[in-house]
Structures are given as structure tokens and as C-alpha cells.
């Protein structure tokens, strides 16, 4: 598989320390082309990644998370423009079993006519590079920034499939920024991405 990983980090030198401790080796672990951007915001550290790829396809990742072994292997066996892993979620030292992310209040597996109503895909979704530019990159969302990318990925024709034996490994901070906000914001924000992509 044609790719390169991508970690972008904003903000306090903190995060760059962390994905020069996780994320990045991780993504090293594969031997293909790793970059990384730091920045004042992360659709700019994402977006000035995404300048430096020179792949067919990219992967996105955060940094404090990382990559399981056989995960570009896995992602190389798919066929769609979209290739979305599981996840493996971690909360300090207890490891969860790797499964298939949900549409909230879905109870089916989701597929991408779910995209409209919420997000299954996680950042480390495989795309193609050329996709993503057509679409804008990455937007200046405060929330939700990696929906507002597939949705719009989706509105533009992409296919999406599930790649179950893909893991992404992320380690759940009660803090951030997607988990923070009250629900009453995170529903505005929902209906604001919803309305830009899709009107």
C-alpha cells in the first residue's frame, strides 16, 4: 500500500513530546513515509501533514494514540476510497477488545449511508490523498473535525468500508476536546457540520 502516515499536533510542546514518544514510533513500526506538523491549531498541523504526503493514500494519527501490528496490511486488502478500522479503546490500564466504532444509537453495524447521522470513522481511517484535497482537507471544525471530513468525503462519492483486523489503539483522555463539551454544544455542532456538507 502506497501510504504515509500523517501525526499533527497543536498546542502545548506537551503534545509534540507525546507523539515523539507513541504516536510516531508506532507509525515507524511500518517503514513507510512518517510526518509530522506542530502547530497553533490542529486543522492546521493536520493540513500542513497532509501538504507533506506524497502517497496515493494517507492515515491520520493523533498523538497519543498508535497503530496496531497488520494494520496497513489489513487496510492494503480493502477496496473502498474510505477504509475504516477498529478500535481498540484504552483507559490508563485497562485495554478493551478491539470492535467496530457505532453511529450513537445505531445497533446495527454501520455502513456509509450511517455517515449522515454520525460518525463511525476514526481519524485513522486510510483515505486517498488526492480525495482529501478535493474536499478541502481538513476544516476548522470545534468538534467533530474528522466527521466533517468523511461526511464530506462521502457527499463527494467516496465508498466506505469496514476493516475489522485494522486496530487503532486510542487512549481515551477525559478531557478532550470531542468529549469535554456539554451535549447541548456537541448537538450544535453536529447540526452546524450536517448543514455546511449537506444543506
Known amino acids: 500500500m502506497d501510504v504515509t502516515i500523517a501525526v499533527g ?5 506537551s503534545w509534540r513530546q507525546l507523539a515523539e514518544t507513541r504516536a510516531i514510533p508506532s507509525a515507524q513500526a511500518f517503514g513507510v513515509p512518517v510526518v509530522h506538523v506542530h502547530a ?6 493536520r493540513n500542513g501533514a497532509l501538504a507533506q504526503v506524497a502517497t496515493e493514500w494517507v492515515v491520520h494519527l493523533d498523538a497519543d494514540d498508535e497503530l496496531e501490528p497488520g494494520y496497513l496490511d489489513a487496510m492494503a486488502a480493502g477496496t473502498a476510497d474510505l ?10 490500564r485497562r485495554v478493551g477488545a478491539p470492535g467496530l466504532p ?21 481519524v485513522g481511517t486510510a ?31 467516496a465508498t466506505v468500508e469496514a476493516i475489522p483486523r485494522a486496530v487503532y489503539r486510542a487512549h481515551v483522555r477525559r ?4 468529549r469535554a ?19
Not at 9 to 13: A, K
Not at 183 to 197: D, F, L, S, T
Open 9 to 13: 499536533t497543536y498546542g502545548n510542546e
Open 40 to 45: 497553533d491549531s490542529l486543522h492546521s498541523a
Open 83 to 92: 477504509r475504516a478500522p477498529a478500535v481498540r479503546y484504552v483507559h490508563g
Open 102 to 122: 457505532r453511529v450513537a444509537g445505531h445497533l446495527h453495524i454501520c455502513h456509509a449511508g450511517c455517515l449522515p447521522h454520525g460518525n463511525w470513522l476514526v
Open 127 to 157: 483515505v486517498r490523498t488526492g480525495l482529501v484535497r478535493a474536499v478541502g482537507g481538513w476544516w476548522d471544525e470545534p468538534l467533530y473535525e474528522d466527521w466533517s471530513l468523511w461526511l464530506r468525503c462521502w457527499a463527494a462519492g
Open 175 to 178: 478531557g478532550s476536546r470531542n
Open 181 to 199: 463539551p456539554s451535549m447541548v454544544e456537541k448537538n450544535r455542532v453536529h447540526h452546524q457540520i450536517v448543514k455546511a456538507v449537506l444543506g
